[in-house]
Structures are given as C-alpha cells and as structure tokens.
C-alpha cells in the first residue's frame, strides 16, 4: 500500500500510480481573515512578492472545481453530501472515479509542461503539481515537487505553507505503517476498542494554580475541577438568562454536516437572533440540531463578558497580554448553546492551544485521546494545519480503522457546575447529553508556548496577524525569561 508513496525522498519526480484519493481538498475561493474560534483556519493567504512572480497556474483545486462546473457535476451530483460548503463539496468531487481521471491527466500535463520550463515558472509549475498528487493522496510525491520548488524559490510563503501541510500528513502516514506493523501488518481479527479511563476528579478548594501547573498543565493531563464554576458568575447562568440578557443579538449558529472536510465537522447554518435560536431549543423544532459554538463574548456581549471571573488557573493565559486588537486577546471566553444530542466531529484544538470549559447547565460527554495518539486517529490535513478526521470514535469501526484499537481514550460526563481541562494537542469529541449551556476560552500558558510559537509560525504564512502575534511572544520571551523557559 505505501509502494507508491513509499519512495519518499528521490531527486527526481516518480512515475506516477493511479488510485483513488482517501483525503481531502481544499477550497477553491479566498478565505477571509480570522475572527474566532475554528474560523481562524480560514485566513487569508499572505503572498510574498516571490509568489506572485512565480507562473499562476491553477492547482489542483481550482482545476478541479472549473471542471467540475463544466462538466463533471452531471456525472457525479448524486454522491454530493446535503453541503454548499466548497471545501466539503471538492473533497467529496475529488473522490470520484470520472474526478480521478481528470487529475490523472492534468498531473501528466503538468509533468510534461516541466520539460519546457525554469525559473519562476518552474517553481509555480511544480508547486501547482504538488497539489494534485496531494489530492491524489500521494504525498511522497507531492513532498518531491514541493523540494525541488523551494529548492527554486525558497521564499514563496505558499510553497512553504503547503510544504508544511503536506509533512504533517506524511508524518501521519509514516506512524500508521510503523503501527500497522506492530500490529501484525493489517491484521484486524480480534480487535476491540480500549476501554477508556476516566478523567480525575478534583476540588478546586484545594488544588491551588501552582498545582493546577504541575500536575496537569505541565503534563498534558485533561482533569475536572469541581467546586469552580459556582464562583465565575454573581448568580448561576442559564439558557432563560441569556434569553434575557443577549437575545436580541445575532450570532452564526452551526450544524454537524458527516463527511465534512471543515473543522469538527462543523459548518456555519445561517445568522439568527439569540432569543429564536434559544425558542427552537426549547419547542423542541430545532430539527437542524444548531449549535451556537464558540461565539466570542468580549467581541459580542462585552457586558455579559464582565460578569464572568476567569478562574485563577488561567491567570497565566499569555493571550491576554497581548496589546489591544491582538489576534485572539478578545476571542475568548466564548459562549456554547447546543441542543440535546448533537454531536460534532473529532477535532484538536486550533494554533496549538490549551482549553478549558466551564458547564453551567446540561451534561456533555467528552472523549479524549493523548496527543501522541493523533496519528492512530487516521488524520486528513486539507485547507488547514489542523486536522480532520473520518473515524467515527463513539462507534468505532475496526475493520475500516484498526489502528484505533491501539489509542489511549479518557473520558468524562460533564456535569452542570464542573470545569474541564483540556491540554493542547489531544484529539476529542464532544456529545451534548442534555441542553447544554457552556463558557470556554483556549489559552496559551508556559506548559504550550512553544508548542503554540510553532503553530503560530506555520499560520503566519497565511496570516500577517499570526506572525504579529508570534513576535508579540518573542517579546514576552525577552521580558519574561526567568518564567518563560
């Protein structure tokens, strides 16, 4: 299975091997700047000069969705998922035998157009050509041409965010193959999912901030804290109080769509007013199932925002000692309003962030998986560095994902009144058992400042905010290097 990705590191391109594409595309149109929450994935690319003098020729997604509009969406419109999302809609384009075929040939248009170019225009051409072994899901390919690009023109930003993207699949599909074969080579009979552990329990009237640190934050250890929530609000926050307080507001509400190639399988519905999206939840007609997810407070609601105390655990938090407009200084705390049983995707959170999440009524099941396990949890990186995933981890199919069998799952039933902790990097999906209302924030501390320094970097390819944020750290690090290791 690896044969035709497997020669990883040759100087020259290889012979290219049909087969049908397992991962995703990205979007065809210019995405806007970041706002919050998982919309920070969609930001705008940030060219270089380079980029721009290098030959514009179409990649593998805009290719494919010009064909597609001409002729191919006769052939394959009935196996479309119920989505206008672009990304999700290529994703499953690209999938077809009749879209396989057309990439096929434009891999070899492209392949032949080499022979007649250099410079610039070489760079463009092989970047361009990156993107359809890409799709194709072949990445040692893809990993080939974008070298001999850089190798070109090592300072087209494009080139190198899609350099990136592609290793961290690579990454992904190089640890499967070790563990498939610690697994016996593909042997799937007597699987089973491992039962997961539960998450620690603990009273924050005695767990100080410096413990908090220690034992979690520092490890990487999801825990509950009882005892908290009751002391960030004046009086207890339900969904009939933010009727009250924020219903005559428009907030984007979201709806799970399966098979979708964005960010936990989420996508934006459409924008209501605060006071009928809270009537379908209770009239019991949200047969959509929306979700009000992650809508910023200090953005939104600035007043609602200032009854809430941030526990002391997050005191650290570096985010809000950015300057004011910084990305992501007033992002969070952010407000959930899910209905009962919705349930959206696996996902990681996004930049490399910790997370915490205070519940003030319903229930929401949480699953967890340590971060070291992401490669197991069969990972697609498309128009993100942040990955999405296909397995279904609530009813896992070990025929069609066997290396599921050999991840590490935690999980806890979030009662109305706890806090959970979140470390950066561990994968998880959340089922809302009851109507659920939730605050939370992400939040960069010690124990993920280089992990999010990282992330920061790769983002500010696309980004300028990122990379302004990123040297707003490098100045924290010179003023803060007795505490900032």
Known sequence: QRQNIGTIRKASLPVVKTR?????????????????????????LCDSDDDSREEEVPTAQVALARWWRRQGRNIVVDSL??????????????????????????????????????GLKKAGLLSALATFYDVRGQYSHAETCLRQSLSINPASKHTQWLSAKVKKQLDAVDMQMLAMKSQGDGKKEGLSFPNPTPVERVSGKSLSAAEFFERYSSTSTPVVLTDVVKDMTPSPWTIEYLRTAIGDKHAPV????????????????????????????????????????????????????????????????????????SLYRDSWPSLFVAPKGLSGGLHVDAFGSNF?????????????????DLPLLYPRYSHSMDPTFD??????????????????????????????????????????????????????DESNFEVAKEELRLNALKDPRSLDLLQ??????????????
Not at 81 to 95: E, G, Q, Y
Not at 100 to 118: A, C, G, I, M, P
Not at 427 to 441: I, M, Q
């Open 20 to 44: 049908k594409a397992s991962l995703p595309v990205v979007t065809v149109r210019k995405s806007s700047p970041p706002d919050v929450g998982p919309d920070v994935k969609r930001a705008k």
């Open 81 to 118: 998922p119920n989505s206008s999302n672009p990304n999700t809609r290529l994703l499953h384009v690209a999938k077809t035998e009749s879209a396989q075929t057309f990439l096929e040939s434009e891999t070899l248009r492209l392949r032949q157009k080499l022979n007649s170019s250099d």
């Open 254 to 325: 979201k709806r799970v769509v399966p098979g979708s190639a964005e960010w936990a399988q989420l996508e934006t519905a459409r924008t209501m007013r605060v006071s009928d999206f809270i009537n379908s939840l209770e009239e019991d007609i949200n047969t959509e199932q929306l979700y009000l997810f992650d809508w910023s407070l200090p953005i939104h609601c600035p007043k609602l925002s200032k009854e809430l105390a941030i526990p002391k655990y997050f005191d650290g938090d570096l985010l809000k000692k950015t300057p004011e407009g």
């Open 356 to 372: 915490w999440m205070a519940l003030f009524q319903g229930r929401k099941r949480w699953l967890f998986f340590q971060k070291e």
């Open 391 to 444: 397995a279904d981890v609530f009813r896992p199919d070990l025929e069609k994902y066997p290396l599921l069998s050999l991840t590490h799952p935690r999980e806890c039933v979030l009662q109305p009144g706890e806090l959970l902790f979140v470390p950066a990097g561990c994968p998880h999906r959340v089922e809302n058992l009851d109507r659920s209302l939730a605050v939370s924030g992400n939040f960069v």
């Open 472 to 485: 707003q750290f490098g100045d924290m690090f010179i003023d803060k290097r007795t505490t900032i290791k």
